[in-house]
């Protein structure tokens, strides 16, 4: 088995749609290995017309390194590593805000495997942000600026309290995974652990604020940096079909799901592989 798969970019900055892969098969060692190295060079892909099934996702996402479990999202039954997202009137979306999954943690993911399982008739795309073109294209006086600064992420930024008081049992969850889980700080631009690239490494779900710097001087490089990652340039957008599997880099990524579609539903499925602690090499 050497076959090539195919690589097709969607754009020079972020994004590739992948051909000749099947992911309900385990892939071999060779196969997998292409993968990787295109999700490192293009930090979003997509494999269309998958179809799989919790396990076989879970079953791939182990191939990338060890899951993580979340503190609040319901799971796939019997498969605790499959997020199920969710989504209709009495279920609202909480995730159309820029945020990298799950940075509130000291090792935050590496890699993030979502499949759409439900879709509404129209709507409901999703959309990626590559943290490495936003970050190359600063200037030299800001990325100066912003080297060696830390951001502090929190949990409750993306959770907060009033969300999860509609029973006793929920605010208990929500009161145990605050105190699992204090802010932590990570560097304002990280090196990729592998292809060593720099990435802007802040998210406006999860940074709350830059240490080392007045609050003012936060709430401002703060608001600077949560609108430049906005830009077009940088982006890449799907529209999902049923089955279509979407693979990213969560280390110099962050993405936004529209929530243009209620009261359609709109059912989706992410397992979340554990990545190390950012660190900037400079
Ligand atoms: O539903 C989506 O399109 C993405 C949701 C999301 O933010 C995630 O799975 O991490
Ligand atoms: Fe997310």
Redesign the pocket.
């Known amino acids: 088995m050497n076959e090539r798969i195919h690589i097709d970019a969607l754009g020079p900055a972020i994004g590739a749609s992948i051909g000749g892969l099947d992911l309900r098969r385990a892939l071999s060692d060779n196969q997998f290995e292409q993968l990787y190295h295109a999700l490192l060079r293009h930090q979003v892909i997509f494999l269309k017309g998958q179809d799989i099934s919790p396990t076989q996702q879970r079953d791939l996402a182990r191939r990338f390194g060890d899951l993580h479990i979340h503190p609040v999202y319901p799971h796939a039954p019997g498969v605790d590593e499959i997020?199920v997202?969710d989504t209709h009137n009495d279920n609202p979306?909480d995730?159309d805000n820029w945020?990298t999954?799950v940075t509130f943690i000291d090792t935050p993911p590496a890699v993030?495997i979502?499949a759409a399982k439900q879709l509404p008739e129209t709507g409901?795309d999703?959309l990626w942000s590559s943290g490495i073109a936003a970050w190359e294209a600063l200037s030299d006086g800001v990325k100066a600026l912003l080297r060696g600064l830390q951001g502090e992420h929190d949990f409750r930024k993306s959770f907060p309290e009033h969300n999860y008081r509609h029973s006793e049992q929920e605010h208990q969850r929500w009161l145990r995974a605050v105190a699992d889980h204090p802010p932590q700080l990570h560097p304002v631009v990280r090196t990729h652990p592998v292809s060593g690239r720099e990435a802007l490494f802040v998210n406006e779900g999860f940074t709350t604020r830059l240490v080392g710097v007045t609050p003012k001087e936060s709430e401002a490089l703060l608001g600077f940096l949560f609108a430049h990652i906005t830009q077009p340039a940088f982006q890449v957008r799907w529209r999902w079909q049923v089955g279509d599997v979407a693979i990213w880099d969560n280390r110099v990524t962050q993405?936004y799901?529209n929530a243009d579609y209620l009261p359609q539903r709109?059912i989706?499925h992410?397992a979340t592989v554990l990545g190390d602690k950012p660190f900037y090499r400079g």
Do not use: E, Q, S, V
């Open positions: 997020i997202l979306p995730n945020h999954d993030a979502l409901g999703t993405h799901a709109r989706m992410r």
